[in-house]
């Protein structure tokens, strides 16, 4: 009896002993050092938009790999989390992050609707946050936070830009048809769109809603066609726009109409394929064949890296993690607050050349392109696609978008 | 929004299309089922396999022969083949152990199948949209007096029927056919007779699994852009379609597919955002009036 008792005892003792150590070893592994930074990417790395969400990781990677993942004398770590494109999961992970890694930089931006979530969760667990979503209300009064700063171009922006550059470029096409995403940045986009449209003397004489997980565009664009309109303007994004752009192309409506897309990337047109793409015309917030020292050298140093050319989406989320690398360097800290002073006002070279931080509403404001995509026959490399015919630079004064920060910081005037 | 005769029949045509695709998927699951007893929840990723395949094959060839116009044909014969082999050894291997056990063994290992093959396609393809070419002689529209429609699905319209009266004769009209059905009455008695039931099973499964891969390599021009889920969204509507038409019944499949591409291009019509649920309130409504399906036996 006492042999068992002090095996057993014995037993139980190097069990917790064990549990003990396991415990330590596994939670110093996963903790944070001292001496550490997290730069995190909580965006949509699966579903219709995780081939941009990828790119967006790879982006802060790169712009990390520029300072040798070290800032202010502080290794970098880099963590990501998926947002499955769903706004609930996005909080969910965002909040997570900031719990387990404490990061002092979290990139997303793929999904509007997932961005106006999260933005919330940036002020409310003060964490520094660059969103590429489209939805103008992320900069907006009411909606946005000091926390939160945008490098994409608003719909607002896009639609004065490419739609009103499409329509002076064109001013007999004025019967418009949309087919767009039913969600926050579909819904929105379709409405700045709109307005513009009629602003300049056109019509928007129909619009279709589809469902975000929508496969099949034959509907949509039967739809589209029977009204004859000059224009269809397609308001979708990632694999979403892909296949209705294909199918836009396989019912030979660019024989009957001309087609413009307000905004999108790189590898959705790479999904299209440029014998569906030729013709079309193509709004985009970066190029990679932008004629500057900013955008050669990124360019070259992710074709090095990654084997492939960048879309916006990269040069984007590598400008908000430059910027804001730069910004600790310039004001001596990690700290958010000061951060957010540092990046304030700032200008600087970035992808479109001159680019400003506006100190008002945390976007920056610069140039956004409209483009006629190529026959495969003109294309002189595979990303070939685009022509930019044109840009505009129309970004929502003070007097329209009055934002008045919550956050009272040292550096206000 | 007018509803002209080009929006009405422009839709019935689009549904047509997708449920007659379906339809030619719920072939092969159906033939699995009569034959098998086995619910192949890896027939989405074998439609899949095909599409990728034949995406490979055309890449590959076009660079061999130049211009995707023979490239395509090619690979609507080999990507098939290819299928069918991965479901032979699908059959052989994996799912022969589980025939005599609980019909929950069988439905785990088609489903745990279904996530390592997508995976296996992820690290293979990669998970980057890829742009599925058309066929040069079928590119471009067709004027049909009421509207413009795409040449592609034009084709799929035609040749589907084609292809499921070919099996049908096959099943129907010949020898091995009817070795087949024998197998299905009476598994037993045809063992007894001689035939080697084990090897019919063998190729049974990886004829539906090869159906299955040739409509992926079908559907590829209409779908598009290539990605992994790709098989999620079609096994779905391949299973209403088989309990709509009858599970186990060839012509319930055909019926079936027909009937809910048709309901889906009214819907679109009428009412848009009910376009991808109808298809599953069609199946409710057979299970509550006529569980076996339209044409369904047991």
Request: charged share 15%; glycine share 10%.
């Given at each position: 009896m006492k042999r068992k008792t002090c095996q057993s005892s014995l037993f139980v003792l190097s069990a917790t002993l064990f549990f003990?150590?396991?415990?330590?070893?596994f939670g110093l592994s996963s903790a944070t050092a001292a001496d550490e930074i997290v730069f995190a990417t909580v965006d949509d790395l699966s579903g219709p938009y995780a081939a941009s969400g990828d790119e967006g990781a790879k982006a802060v990677q790169l712009a990390l790999d520029e300072v040798g993942w070290k800032v202010l004398g502080k290794k970098v770590k880099f963590v990501k989390r998926d947002t499955q494109l769903k706004p609930a999961v996005g909080v969910r992970k965002f909040r997570e992050v900031v719990e387990q890694e404490h990061p002092v930089f979290v990139q997303s931006g793929c999904s509007s609707a997932v961005q106006l979530a999260m933005q919330e969760v940036a002020a409310d667990t003060k964490t520094l946050f660059w969103t590429q979503g489209w939805a103008s209300k992320l900069t907006s009064a009411g909606t946005v936070n000091r926390y939160t700063f945008r490098?994409?171009?608003s719909n607002f922006a896009i639609a004065n830009s490419s739609v009103a550059g499409f329509m002076k470029k064109f001013p007999e096409a004025k019967t418009f048809f949309s087919i767009t995403m039913d969600y926050a940045w579909g819904t929105d986009m379709y409405t700045e769109a709109k307005a513009v449209v009629e602003k300049m003397g056109g019509k928007m004489i129909g619009n279709v809603y589809t469902p975000i997980k929508e496969t099949d565009y034959s509907g949509?664009?039967?739809?589209?066609?029977?009204?004859?309109?000059?224009?269809?303007?397609?308001?979708?994004?990632?694999?979403?726009?892909?296949?209705?752009?294909?199918?836009?192309?396989?019912?030979?409506?660019k024989d009957r109409a001309k087609v413009l897309i307000p905004a999108d990337g790189l590898t959705m047109l790479r999904g299209i394929g440029a014998e569906a793409l030729a013709g079309m015309y193509v709004g985009s917030h970066w190029w990679h064949t932008a004629d500057n020292a900013f955008s050669k050298s990124l360019v070259e140093r992710f074709k090095k890296k990654y084997n492939t050319i960048p879309s916006y989406y990269v040069a984007a989320n590598y400008v908000g993690a430059q910027q804001t690398i730069q910004a600790m360097e310039r004001c001596g800290s990690t700290d958010v607050n000061k951060v957010i002073?540092?990046?304030e006002g700032h200008k600087y070279d970035g992808p479109t050349g001159k680019e400003t931080i506006r100190a008002f509403d945390h976007q920056v404001v610069h140039p956004f392109l409209l483009g006629l995509a190529k026959k495969p026959s003109e294309m002189k490399y595979p990303d070939d696609y685009l022509n930019i015919i044109g840009s505009g630079e129309v970004y929502r004064t003070y007097k329209q978008n009055p934002v008045v920060w919550k956050l009272k910081l040292p550096c206000d005037k | 929004m007018e509803l002209s005769m080009s929006l009405i029949l422009g839709q019935l045509f689009n549904g047509l299309v997708w449920g007659i695709v379906l339809g030619l998927l719920a072939v092969g699951l159906t033939i699995i089922f009569g034959m098998l007893d086995v619910i192949n929840f890896a027939h989405g990723v074998m439609y899949m396999v095909g599409a990728y395949a034949a995406f490979t094959f055309i890449l590959t060839l076009t660079g061999l022969l130049g211009g995707s116009?023979?490239?395509?044909?090619?690979?609507?014969?080999?990507?098939?083949?290819?299928?069918?082999?991965?479901?032979?050894?699908?059959?052989?291997?994996?799912?022969?152990?589980?025939?005599?056990?609980?019909?929950?063994?069988?439905?785990?290992?088609?489903?745990?199948l279904t996530l390592i093959i997508q995976e296996l396609v992820i690290i293979i393809w990669?998970?980057?949209?890829?742009?599925?070419?058309?066929?040069?002689?079928?590119?471009?529209?067709?004027?049909?007096g009421f509207m413009f429609y795409p040449k592609y699905r034009l084709f799929i319209l035609i040749i589907t029927p084609l292809i499921m009266l070919g099996v049908w004769l096959f099943l129907e009209k010949t020898k091995y056919g009817s070795i087949i059905r024998a197998g299905t009455e009476d598994k037993e008695m045809a063992n007894l007779l001689g035939i080697n039931i084990r090897r019919v099973f063998t190729i049974i499964f990886s004829f539906g699994a090869a159906m299955a891969?040739?409509?992926?390599?079908?559907?590829?021009?209409?779908?598009?852009?290539?990605?992994?889920?790709?098989?999620?969204?079609?096994?779905?509507?391949?299973?209403?379609?088989?309990?709509?038409?009858?599970?186990?019944?060839?012509?319930?499949?055909?019926?079936?597919?027909?009937?809910?591409?048709?309901?889906?291009g009214i819907t679109t019509m009428i009412w848009p955002p009910a376009s991808n649920v109808i298809m599953f309130v069609l199946m409710a409504l057979i299970l509550v009036f006529r569980p076996q399906g339209l044409l369904g036996k047991r």
């Amino acid at each position: 009896m006492k042999r068992k008792t002090c095996q057993s005892s014995l037993f139980v003792l190097s069990a917790t002993l064990f549990f003990a150590l396991f415990t330590v070893f596994f939670g110093l592994s996963s903790a944070t050092a001292a001496d550490e930074i997290v730069f995190a990417t909580v965006d949509d790395l699966s579903g219709p938009y995780a081939a941009s969400g990828d790119e967006g990781a790879k982006a802060v990677q790169l712009a990390l790999d520029e300072v040798g993942w070290k800032v202010l004398g502080k290794k970098v770590k880099f963590v990501k989390r998926d947002t499955q494109l769903k706004p609930a999961v996005g909080v969910r992970k965002f909040r997570e992050v900031v719990e387990q890694e404490h990061p002092v930089f979290v990139q997303s931006g793929c999904s509007s609707a997932v961005q106006l979530a999260m933005q919330e969760v940036a002020a409310d667990t003060k964490t520094l946050f660059w969103t590429q979503g489209w939805a103008s209300k992320l900069t907006s009064a009411g909606t946005v936070n000091r926390y939160t700063f945008r490098w994409d171009s608003s719909n607002f922006a896009i639609a004065n830009s490419s739609v009103a550059g499409f329509m002076k470029k064109f001013p007999e096409a004025k019967t418009f048809f949309s087919i767009t995403m039913d969600y926050a940045w579909g819904t929105d986009m379709y409405t700045e769109a709109k307005a513009v449209v009629e602003k300049m003397g056109g019509k928007m004489i129909g619009n279709v809603y589809t469902p975000i997980k929508e496969t099949d565009y034959s509907g949509a664009i039967t739809k589209a066609l029977s009204a004859k309109p000059d224009v269809i303007m397609l308001n979708l994004y990632g694999s979403p726009l892909i296949k209705c752009a294909r199918a836009t192309a396989e019912f030979g409506a660019k024989d009957r109409a001309k087609v413009l897309i307000p905004a999108d990337g790189l590898t959705m047109l790479r999904g299209i394929g440029a014998e569906a793409l030729a013709g079309m015309y193509v709004g985009s917030h970066w190029w990679h064949t932008a004629d500057n020292a900013f955008s050669k050298s990124l360019v070259e140093r992710f074709k090095k890296k990654y084997n492939t050319i960048p879309s916006y989406y990269v040069a984007a989320n590598y400008v908000g993690a430059q910027q804001t690398i730069q910004a600790m360097e310039r004001c001596g800290s990690t700290d958010v607050n000061k951060v957010i002073c540092a990046l304030e006002g700032h200008k600087y070279d970035g992808p479109t050349g001159k680019e400003t931080i506006r100190a008002f509403d945390h976007q920056v404001v610069h140039p956004f392109l409209l483009g006629l995509a190529k026959k495969p026959s003109e294309m002189k490399y595979p990303d070939d696609y685009l022509n930019i015919i044109g840009s505009g630079e129309v970004y929502r004064t003070y007097k329209q978008n009055p934002v008045v920060w919550k956050l009272k910081l040292p550096c206000d005037k | 929004m007018e509803l002209s005769m080009s929006l009405i029949l422009g839709q019935l045509f689009n549904g047509l299309v997708w449920g007659i695709v379906l339809g030619l998927l719920a072939v092969g699951l159906t033939i699995i089922f009569g034959m098998l007893d086995v619910i192949n929840f890896a027939h989405g990723v074998m439609y899949m396999v095909g599409a990728y395949a034949a995406f490979t094959f055309i890449l590959t060839l076009t660079g061999l022969l130049g211009g995707s116009g023979a490239s395509f044909w090619i690979a609507l014969f080999l990507a098939p083949i290819v299928v069918g082999l991965v479901g032979l050894v699908i059959e052989f291997f994996l799912l022969r152990p589980m025939y005599d056990r609980d019909i929950t063994y069988q439905l785990l290992l088609t489903f745990g199948l279904t996530l390592i093959i997508q995976e296996l396609v992820i690290i293979i393809w990669g998970s980057m949209p890829m742009s599925f070419p058309t066929p040069k002689i079928l590119r471009g529209v067709v004027d049909l007096g009421f509207m413009f429609y795409p040449k592609y699905r034009l084709f799929i319209l035609i040749i589907t029927p084609l292809i499921m009266l070919g099996v049908w004769l096959f099943l129907e009209k010949t020898k091995y056919g009817s070795i087949i059905r024998a197998g299905t009455e009476d598994k037993e008695m045809a063992n007894l007779l001689g035939i080697n039931i084990r090897r019919v099973f063998t190729i049974i499964f990886s004829f539906g699994a090869a159906m299955a891969g040739l409509t992926g390599v079908l559907a590829g021009p209409v779908i598009g852009s290539l990605q992994p889920d790709l098989g999620n969204a079609v096994l779905l509507g391949s299973f209403v379609v088989v309990v709509v038409g009858g599970m186990g019944s060839f012509g319930g499949a055909i019926l079936g597919g027909i009937l809910v591409g048709l309901t889906k291009g009214i819907t679109t019509m009428i009412w848009p955002p009910a376009s991808n649920v109808i298809m599953f309130v069609l199946m409710a409504l057979i299970l509550v009036f006529r569980p076996q399906g339209l044409l369904g036996k047991r």
